[in-house]
């Protein structure tokens, strides 16, 4: 599998849009594949990282969201779900997973029916330890401004209090696992 040409498939080479897609996932790929290799006793797929990193936001093109220059129809928090979608109908099950369940630290039934997320109704945190690795890299890089300067830790326990102590909770249990 070649994650970039699924992207490119996908999006204008070159455009606003890629530059913004490719240049975070490039940076959490690198941090995601530094994880693994620094805990080998994870035991983990490297080559599924590499490639399910490069892919995990391949449905924010679905999305409104303008600042990154996304014009579709669904708010932004259905890039996981329309990502899982669009994988899956290209034959990548696995990879598909990671779209969906890297938003937060995931988010389970009752997190999507307590704050009415327009989401499908499942379970939608991350399982495998590849998954969680991704998910983690993910919170450190923003899809505006420098996007290959990583975040602190602090700023993005603040910005995850903002979705409840569980969230902060997962993140710190990461940031032990993981760092």
Known sequence: MNPQEIIDKYYQPGSPL???LVEHSMAVTKM????????????TDIQFIK?????????????NAPDL?????????CHGYMGRELLKKEGYTLHALVCER?????LSVEDIKSQNLPL????????????QIICFADKFF???G???????VEKIRKSMAKHGQKQVDQFDRWCEQFL
């Not at 490639?51 to 999305?63: C, V």
């Not at 890297?102 to 995931?106: L, N, R």
């Not at 499908?120 to 998954?131: F, K, T, V």
């Open 18 to 20: 890629w530059t913004v």
């Open 69 to 77: 220059h996304c014009v579709g129809d669904k708010p932004y928090i």
């Open 51 to 63: 490639e399910a990193s490069m892919l995990h936001d391949i449905g924010i093109f679905y999305t």
């Open 146 to 152: 420098n996007l290959m300067q990583p975040k602190s």
């Open 142 to 144: 923003s899809k505006s």
């Open 32 to 43: 995601a594949l530094s994880i693994a290799q620094n805990h080998p006793e994870l035991k």
């Open 120 to 131: 499908p109704l499942r379970d939608m945190r991350p399982q495998s330890i590849e998954e």
């Open 102 to 106: 890297h938003t937060g630290t995931g």
